[in-house]
């Protein structure tokens, strides 16, 4: 039997094997094979049905609403949401809003941006954030930004806001001067912080923003005192090397591999600046009675922008 002349109990069978491990994407498809009789039961079961630790048959019921451009089902959606108190429904959910959000930016029109910016701001989900991120629309930036610090979502808002470069750059160097919602400073921004200014050094600034930015090269954070460098060594002049240069040598034992090779490729970059300052800087310490150890990052750093100079202490025992 085609599937356009399913009957209802066939359709609603159908909507039951949303379930199923096995059979669960077949039904999709089945679904939306039945065109827009289809809509109805799975509106109805969308928007009716509880919330359950399970996500899969609701989140397989808003893809088949997707396919069949029940944009108004999936706006109902959003706009009937209300927050499950169980933390474990909670988290279920959040995959229906995710998957709800990537059905609805397959048809953009302001109406939809509208409902995806006001569930973002309710409660941010992956997929609310990607989905935003299609818009290329600088009124969600601010949501963006915000969510920065929540670690389920960074990684999807980074990808959206680097959809909108220049207003990621106007947003960012704002921010850095604390007039925005999305602060930049204190215990609970580190992870805004990092994000933003890691952000800024791929979409770039103006020297008149550096003022803003300096400080952040002398925080407790290797990956965010290595994002500012990259923005510091593009916008300034030799006169601000040094300073940059220092600041990297200096969080060099607090960073991971990653970012001491990040570190050892902006000394190659400014080879000159480095060496002096590696030089002064080793001179300084081993007259304190420091030795030089390849255990640390920073003596290794040192000696790399010293082309190998450096020699480790040795104990000779005397006969």
């Known amino acids: ?21 096995k059979d669960g994407d077949h039904a999709i498809d ?3 094979a039945c065109g827009k009789k289809g809509i109805p039961p799975l509106s109805k079961f969308l928007l009716n049905g509880p919330p359950r630790t399970i996500s899969h048959p609701r989140v397989r019921a808003a893809r088949a609403l997707g396919e069949l451009g029940a944009c108004s089902t999936l706006i109902a959606y959003f706009k009937q949401y209300v927050r499950p108190p169980d933390a474990a429904v909670l988290f279920a959910e959040d995959a229906v809003r995710s998957a709800v ?10 109406e939809v941006f509208r409902v995806l910016l006001d569930a973002a701001w309710d409660r941010a989900t992956g997929g609310l954030v990607l989905a935003l991120g299609e818009f290329h629309r600088p ?10 610090e929540d670690d389920l979502c960074r990684g999807d808002a980074m990808e959206s806001l680097r959809k909108l470069p220049e207003a990621v750059r106007q947003f960012g160097v704002l921010s850095a001067r604390g007039l925005t919602n999305a602060i930049l400073d204190g215990p609970g921004a580190i992870c805004r912080r990092r994000a933003t200014v ?25 990956a965010t005192v290595v994002a500012v460098a990259k923005i510091g060594f593009a916008v300034t002049d030799e006169t601000d090397w040094p300073g940059i ?6 969080i ?22 480095s060496k002096q300052l590696a030089a002064a800087i080793a001179a300084q310490r081993q007259s304190a009675g420091e030795q030089p150890h390849w255990l640390s990052p920073f003596w290794r750093l040192l000696n790399h922008a010293l082309g190998g100079a450096l020699e480790p202490k040795t104990h000779h025992r005397s006969k």
């Open 1 to 21: 039997m085609p599937s356009s002349q399913m009957s209802e109990q066939q359709i609603e069978d159908l909507i039951e094997s949303l379930g199923s491990l």
């Open 30 to 32: 089945m679904l939306v």
């Open 101 to 110: 959000a990537r059905e609805l930016a397959r048809y953009p029109s302001t």
């Open 139 to 148: 009124e969600a930036v601010p949501l963006l930004f915000k969510v920065l």
């Open 198 to 222: 890691q952000l800024l050094s791929e979409v770039g600034v103006s020297p008149q923003d550096w003022p803003d930015l300096r400080k952040y090269l002398y925080v407790d954070d290797p």
């Open 245 to 250: 240069l220092r600041a990297l040598f200096m």
């Open 252 to 273: 060099a034992d607090r960073g991971n591999s990653l970012q001491e090779e990040e570190i050892e490729e902006l000394i190659d970059s400014h080879p000159n600046a």
